[in-house]
């Protein structure tokens, strides 16, 4: 009984080592496959070119100089420059802030029940502390977009992201 047990088992291990090794000579996975080909559709050829460009390159290195407060979920200063974002911009309700030297755009999103009204108050010049999950780009775009978690102002905390229904 214990050999037929092991004999199974050993087969099933065997089975699915050539299976595992037949997928990694083929070298793609669905997600692989998929990437290549919406690199090879319009949209992925144009954001490609975008990346390529000096206004992609310029937002990759925006993105670097704060990439370790974000990743560290640590406190980075801003000042408000502008209390509008870039026309055109689908973002919700946002500010452009400097930091490090840097144009970034702060987004906040889609408002639901006033929860932007401290935000409203802000001014340019505002000098603000930062704390962000995550920073983004877009071809559309000419500045990383960082998103607000939690906003300082004057040491008082007026604004802190709450987590939407039914995520992580």
Not at 33 to 47: D, L, V
Not at 92 to 109: P, Q, S, W
Not at 126 to 143: E, F, G, L, Q, R
Request: charged share 25%; net charge positive.
């Amino acid at each position: 009984m214990k050999k037929s047990i092991f004999a199974l088992i050993l087969t099933l291990f065997v089975i699915s080592g050539f299976t595992f090794a037949n997928n990694e000579i083929k070298g793609e996975t669905p997600a692989k496959a998929a990437k290549k080909a919406w690199e090879a559709s319009p949209e992925g050829i144009a954001f490609k070119k975008w990346e390529a460009s000096p206004a992609g390159k310029k937002v990759y290195a925006g993105e670097a100089k704060i990439r370790k407060s974000i990743r560290e979920f640590t406190n980075m200063n801003g000042v408000v420059t502008s209390l509008t974002l870039p026309q055109g911009s689908r973002l919700g309700f946002g500010v452009m802030v400097k930091i490090n030297g840097e144009d970034y755009i702060l987004a906040f999103g889609i408002e639901s029940k006033h929860e932007f009204d401290q935000l409203r108050k802000l001014k340019v010049n505002d000098k603000i502390m930062i704390k962000s999950h995550n920073v983004s780009h877009a071809p559309k775009y000419t500045y990383p977009i960082v998103a607000g978690d939690n906003i300082e102002r004057n040491g008082k905390l007026i604004y802190k992201r709450v987590p939407r229904k039914g995520s992580c």
